[in-house]
Structure formats: structure tokens, C-alpha cells
């Protein structure tokens, strides 16, 4: 079911790009595992995925620690990110996108370990002023980002962001401003290469608006369980 539900996701992404007159292989797909079990991302690799997603840090790092065995595996926190909880993650995954605080940023850096190449890091932004969620300001974007690209254990990639649920035109609407953030600050100087968005429902539309990365769970790995409230 994995491996078929991974060939509709790459067939979704062809026929995006198709549309938008990209190459499928500017697109890396993240497998967003958060709740699955190690079993599945193993059927997942088995059928030629490499980049996961983790939103939990214990969840994540049971999971990094169960499939160490497996060459090439690339982890990604995409979760909210407390500053007590930044060491596992500096650690173990090799990008974080949901950095939205200096604090978070700098503790992430200087826990990288020595032996590992810096931390990949997107700043995660908040672009339809949604209140639920975690992310920075597009005003404040900016500062932020220059000060994270100077940090050592880190290597600042670009932005990632998790529009709301809205009718399609809207949500592409707060892609198409994503997208204008990310050509700013490289007009600013910052050598970005990655605009993280796009989910199951929405990417398409972050396709057609420029995305380099797309974080899909459910289409991959089937619905999810709600997350138990421990
Ligand atoms: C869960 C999650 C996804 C994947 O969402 P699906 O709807 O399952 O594709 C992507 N990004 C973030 C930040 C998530 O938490």
C-alpha cells in the first residue's frame, strides 16, 4: 500500500510540475511519518524513499535509533520546537524547518556536534497570520534570518510554512506569498535554496507556486490516529 500510495504521490508531483513547466527533480519529497510506526518507514525506504519527517522529538529519535541500519535516510524535524528540547534534535536529524526564535536557533547550533556538517535549517513563517500556529512574522522574517545564517552549526536553507485550511484559491494565495518572502531575502543576500510547503491537500498549488520540498503524511502512510493527549 506504501510503496503504491509513493508511486500516486510522485505521479501527483509529475503532472504539478507538468503544469507549472518545472522538473519533477527540482521537488524533494518528505514522507511525513509522525505516528507511524519504524515498520512503515522501512516499507517506505524499501520502495525508494529517503527524506522523513518527524513532529515529535522522542517520536523521531526512537524511530532515527530503531532504522540506524539503513543507509542514506535523511531526517527532518518539521514539529514545534521548545528550547529545552533542542539537543536530541541537534543530535540526530539532519534539518529542522520549524525554527521561529533566535534562542531555538542558537542552542540548535551549539549542540550540533562536532563530528556532523551544520544542521540544515528552514525559518518557519507564519504567512496567513494564522493563530493556532507556531512560525515568525513575514515582518520579522528578515532579522531572524540573517542572524540564524551566522551561526556555525547551522546552514540556513530558506522558509518553510503551513498555510491554514482554506478554499484552494486562498491557500495559493499564501503559497504565491511564500514564495515573494523567500525571493526577498535572497535579494537580501541570503543564499537560499529551499521553500518548504505543500501537504497532501495543497501540493499542487505550492507546486505551482514555487515549492522545492513538499511534506506529505497522509497520502503516503493512510490517515492518521489522533494523537493521543499524554
Ligand atoms: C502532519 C504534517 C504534514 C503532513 O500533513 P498531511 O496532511 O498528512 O500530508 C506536513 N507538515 C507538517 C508541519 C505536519 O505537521
Known amino acids: 500500500m506504501i510503496a503504491l500510495n509513493l508511486q500516486t504521490v510522485h505521479a501527483r508531483i509529475a503532472a504539478a510540475c507538468a503544469q507549472a513547466g518545472r522538473a519533477p527533480a527540482q521537488i524533494t519529497l518528505l514522507a ?4 507511524q510506526p519504524a515498520s512503515a518507514v522501512r516499507a ?9 519527517g518527524e513532529n515529535y522529538v522522542q517520536e523521531g529519535v526512537d524511530k532515527i535509533t530503531a532504522l540506524a541500519d539503513l543507509p542514506g535516510l535523511q531526517w527532518h524535524c518539521i514539529g514545534p520546537l521548545q528550547s529545552n528540547k533542542t539537543r536530541p534534535v541537534a543530535e540526530h536529524f539532519d534539518w529542522v524547518h520549524s525554527v521561529d526564535r533566535l ?4 542552542r540548535l547550533s551549539a549542540q550540533r556536534p562536532a563530528d556532523k556538517p551544520p544542521l540544515n535549517i528552514c525559518i518557519q513563517v507564519n504567512i496567513d497570520g494564522g493563530s493556532s500556529k507556531a512560525g515568525i512574522a513575514p515582518a520579522g522574517a ?21 498555510p491554514d485550511p482554506a478554499p484552494p484559491a486562498q491557500m495559493r ?14 535579494q537580501a543576500g541570503l543564499p537560499l535554496d529551499t521553500l518548504s510547503m505543500g501537504m497532501s491537500v495543497d501540493l499542487e498549488a505550492a507546486i505551482a507556486e514555487g515549492a522545492t520540498l513538499v511534506r506529505v503524511g497522509a497520502a503516503i502512510f493512510g490517515a492518521r490516529a489522533p494523537r493521543p493527549a499524554f
Open 32 to 35: 511525513v511519518a509522525k505516528t
Open 103 to 106: 534562542k531555538v536557533a542558537q
Open 173 to 186: 494565495a499564501c503559497h504565491a506569498r511564500a514564495r515573494q518572502l523567500l525571493d526577498a531575502l535572497r
Open 142 to 162: 528578515l532579522a531572524l534570518a540573517q542572524a540564524v545564517s551566522k551561526l556555525p552549526g547551522l546552514r540556513l536553507r530558506g522558509i518553510m510554512t503551513i
Open 44 to 52: 517506505a525506504y524499501d520502495a525508494g524513499q529517503r527524506a522523513f
